[in-house]
């Protein structure tokens, strides 16, 4: 059984940076694809960034682009979201997602989600 465990959410001000971190156990973390999804209030889910399981690889929402950094540490099952220069609009649950095959692919694993609050 996966787990995935999200934490570093908070309230912000616009223009401040936040980092989300997501611990991963019951799987071998390394030989999958991570990323974050994000839901905002009244709005469907979507995709935020992916990362490959080497970390060589990685891809952002255009939303992001520029702001967001995703990384990880598979000496630590962990894998990261830097968010800098946060927006109002960002505000949202943050979802950290395994993927089994590839980021191109739908995600397998989710965790339970960190909110996230950006005040302007």
């Known amino acids: 059984q996966v787990q995935l465990v999200e934490s570093g959410g908070g309230l912000a001000q616009a223009g401040d940076s936040l980092r989300l971190s997501c611990a991963a156990s019951?799987?071998?973390?390394?030989?999958?694809?991570a990323g974050w999804f994000r839901q905002a209030p009244g709005k469907e889910r979507e995709f935020v960034a992916a990362i490959s399981r080497s970390g060589r690889s990685t891809n952002y929402a255009d939303a992001v682009k520029g702001r967001f950094t995703i990384s990880r540490d598979n000496a630590k099952n962990t894998v990261y979201l830097q968010m800098n220069s946060l927006k109002p609009e960002d505000t949202a649950v943050y979802y950290c997602?395994?993927?089994?095959?590839?980021?191109?692919?739908?995600?397998?694993?989710w965790g339970k989600g960190t909110l996230v609050t950006v005040s302007s």
């Open positions: 019951g799987r071998t973390f390394s030989s999958c694809d």
């Open positions: 997602v395994l993927y089994t095959t590839t980021y191109y692919n739908s995600p397998n694993y």
